[in-house]
């Protein structure tokens, strides 16, 4: 299947704990981003990365740290995690030059207790 | 700046229409996209307008652009209990950005 996905699903970990999510897309886009959705269902943009260069960082603590081995593959690790990390982590892609859209993953939640 | 805004629930009975309003504030925008999330889903692309088109009609769905007043709307004929879903407008700015709303709640009565 053609598609975005993202590792793990759910993600339960105590505070202070270091975690990353993975993100793969086979779908020979060039760009890759990743977007937090809270619990108001709101979604912000955090990272974009194209062809493995960072194009976006929005204002994000530097606990996230992006990393973006290949065009395919958008990881993000999350140091000394806080309760205020707790949200819906989704990888997205899409082909820089066209506007068909982004692709998004199913979503990885994250639960700090 | 950037800021796209939606109102928040919206409720119908099942086969009627349901429309989705949305504004925003980037007069840049190039594009502009609606998106369905279901419960415990990613985000699915429903359909999307480019800035110098006013209207795109793709099946059940209608979408119409006011970029004069920045408004933007979604219209959903003859709703299904299945169209019940967060419904988010986005807009692709000249920053290479994709902005979302809120995301307005539908939820279809039957």
């Known amino acids: 299947d053609t598609a975005v996905s993202q590792t793990p699903k759910y993600l339960v970990t105590q505070m202070g704990n270091d975690k990353s999510i993975k993100c793969e897309q086979n779908?020979?886009?060039?760009?890759m981003y990743w977007y937090k959705q809270d619990s108001k269902k709101f979604l912000k943009i955090m990272f974009s990365y194209n062809n493995k260069e960072l194009i976006i960082n929005e204002t994000v603590p530097n606990r996230f740290s992006p990393k973006s081995p290949d065009k395919a593959h958008l990881n993000l690790h999350i140091n000394s995690l806080e309760l205020g990390d707790s949200a819906v982590y989704f990888c997205?892609?899409?082909?820089?030059?066209?506007?068909?859209?982004?692709?998004f993953g199913s979503g990885t939640r994250l639960t700090v207790v | 700046g950037e800021d796209v805004e939606q109102s928040l629930f919206l409720s119908v009975r099942e086969g009627d229409s349901s429309v989705i309003n949305c504004t925003y504030t980037d007069s840049s925008s190039t594009y502009l996209y609606w998106y369905k999330q279901e419960p415990g889903a990613g985000l699915q692309l429903l359909t999307y307008i480019f800035s110098n088109m006013d209207m795109k009609q793709d099946q059940r769905l209608t979408v119409l652009l006011n970029k004069k007043d920045k408004h933007l709307s979604l219209r959903i004929a003859d709703t299904q209990t299945g169209d019940s879903a967060i419904y988010f407008c986005a807009e692709y700015n000249q920053g290479g950005k994709l902005i979302f709303g809120q995301g307005t709640e539908l939820s279809v009565k039957p």
């Open positions: 779908l020979g886009h060039d760009t």
């Open positions: 997205a892609s899409s082909h820089s030059g066209r506007t068909y859209g982004y692709t």
